[in-house]
T-cell receptor
Framework: EAGVAQSPRYKIIEKRQSVAFWCNPISGHATLYWYQQILGQGPKLLIQFQNNGVVDDSQLPKDRFSAERLKGVDSTLKIQPAKLEDSAVYLC???????????FGPGTRLLVL | SQQGEEDPQALSIQEGENATMNCSYKTSINNLQWYRQNSGRGLVHLILIRSNEREKHSGRLRVTLDTSKKSSSLLITASRAADTASYFCATDAGGSYIPTFGRGTSLIVHP
């Protein structure tokens, strides 16, 4: 069974630029999560999808971050414009359903200069 | 705010010893999960324990859950150098099962 795929693996941008991350969850998984993990901290949930609907986006900075999951499969997370404090690893995870085991992708390491 | 908080923040032991780390949380939960993260790598799921369960085992791992104390513990027996990693607990609560991770315990196992 293929795991969660993410791209790109690394990204370096300057502040005020925009960036997009892509995630392909495990086939058949209804729930998809985006997390931000700052060095030395635990992952912070940004947004949780159930199929193509948003379950929770209370910690998503909506003035600059947006996410979508069209057709309930792949998802993209966008930052526009980026700030220095957005430097982090962005993790995508999926689970068969809410509350079940989450399977994580390798993450995208973002550096904002 | 962090729902689950791991303790200790850092743990250093010798190979062969047991490692115990704890997770405390504040509100009632549906499930509690433990994850491992090696340096520079993604998170790997270890064990999921539901709120109506008290103990689960997986190989050298033992997880307990005490809902009256709102705490869980992860025991790694006969540790190996390869167990060196950060360990996180994640709780989910409410009808929407929103997951929240703690800050993690950094475990170093010396060969």
């Amino acid at each position: 069974e293929a795991g969660v795929a993410q791209s790109p693996r690394y990204k370096i941008i300057e502040k005020r630029q925009s960036v997009a991350f892509w995630c392909n969850p495990i086939s058949g998984h209804a729930t998809l999560y985006w997390y931000q993990q700052i060095l030395g901290q635990g992952p912070k949930l940004l947004i949780q999808f159930q199929n193509n609907g948003v379950v929770d986006d209370s910690q998503l900075p909506k003035d600059r971050f947006s996410a979508e999951r069209l057709k309930g499969v792949d998802s993209t997370l966008k930052i526009q414009p980026a700030k220095l404090e957005d430097s982090a690893v962005y993790l995508c995870a999926s689970s068969l359903y809410r509350g079940e085991t989450q399977y994580f992708g390798p993450g995208t390491r973002l550096l904002v200069l | 705010s962090q729902q689950g908080e791991e303790d200790p923040q850092a743990l250093s032991i010798q190979e062969g010893e047991n490692a115990t780390m704890n997770c405390s949380y504040k509100t009632s939960i549906n499930n509690l999960q433990w994850y491992r993260q090696n340096s520079g790598r993604g998170l790997v799921h270890l064990i999921l324990i539901r709120s109506n369960e008290r103990e689960k085992h997986s190989g050298r791992l033992r997880v307990t859950l005490d809902t009256s104390k709102k705490s869980s513990s992860l025991l790694i027996t006969a540790s190996r150098a390869a167990d060196t990693a950060s360990y996180f607990c994640a709780t989910d609560a409410g009808g929407s099962y929103i997951p929240t991770f703690g800050r993690g315990t950094s475990l170093i196992v010396h060969p």
